[in-house]
Each structure stands twice: as C-alpha cells, then as structure tokens.
C-alpha cells in the first residue's frame, strides 16, 4: 500500500500562485511515477501532469502547461505542484496519484490516491 497526503491548498487571486505538496509513505517512493489530477464544481476528475520515477520525464495538460510545474524529492518522498498564474477556472480540489507505470492520464488507470486538497482561485 501507498499513502498519499496532499497539503497547500488554499484560496488565491487570480494571477498568483500555490505550491501543493503530496507525501508519500508505504512503499518504496522510487517506484511509481506521481501524477496531479483535478476535480472542478460539477465537473469530472481530469489529468494535470505527470512526473517519472525519478523527475527526468514530464507531461501535462494542455490547460496548464506553461504555467504548472511538477517536481519530485526522492529523498523526501513528496511530489509538488508548482501553480502560477492562477485562474478561476484552476478552482478544484486537487488530487495526487501514484502508480508503477508513466504517463497515464486516465483516473481508472492510478492504483493509489490521496485525499485531496481544495485550491480555490477569486477573480
């Protein structure tokens, strides 16, 4: 088993920027590429972006590319999500997710979960 607990949320303008953390604890953290999802009002849990074993390989969506960054400490066992320019639309909570292969992008293909935490974006 993998814990995963997420922590930064909060409530910004738009225009600013959150640093949310994820750690986790269970297993070797070297194994599972950590991904970011996110679940707006009404809306379904989407992908954000998605950092390799060991940070060399990253993707994203295309609504955040440019403005999120993803980073990992092995050493620490936590996953980061660098948001900038934050816009209204970001509003979400915001999940972190870890499994042994890279790249996925699909809700149903991540093995282990956080809780989540709220980011909420004022115009």
């Known amino acids: 088993q993998v814990q995963l607990v997420e922590s930064g949320g909060g409530l910004v303008q738009a225009g600013g920027s959150l640093r949310l953390s994820c750690a986790a604890s269970g297993r070797t953290f070297t194994n599972y590429a950590m991904a970011w999802f996110r679940q707006g009002p009404g809306k379904e849990r989407e992908f954000v972006g998605v950092i390799s074993r060991f940070g060399g390989t990253k993707a994203y969506a295309d609504s955040v590319k440019g403005r999120f960054t993803i980073s990992r400490d092995n050493a620490k066992n936590t996953v980061y999500l660098q948001m900038n320019s934050l816009k209204p639309e970001d509003t979400a909570v915001y999940y972190c997710?870890?499994?042994?292969?890279?790249?996925?992008?699909?809700?149903?293909?991540?093995?282990?979960w956080g809780q989540g935490t709220q980011v909420t974006v004022s115009s």
């Open positions: 997710a870890a499994d042994v292969m890279y790249g996925l992008r699909r809700v149903a293909e991540y093995e282990y």
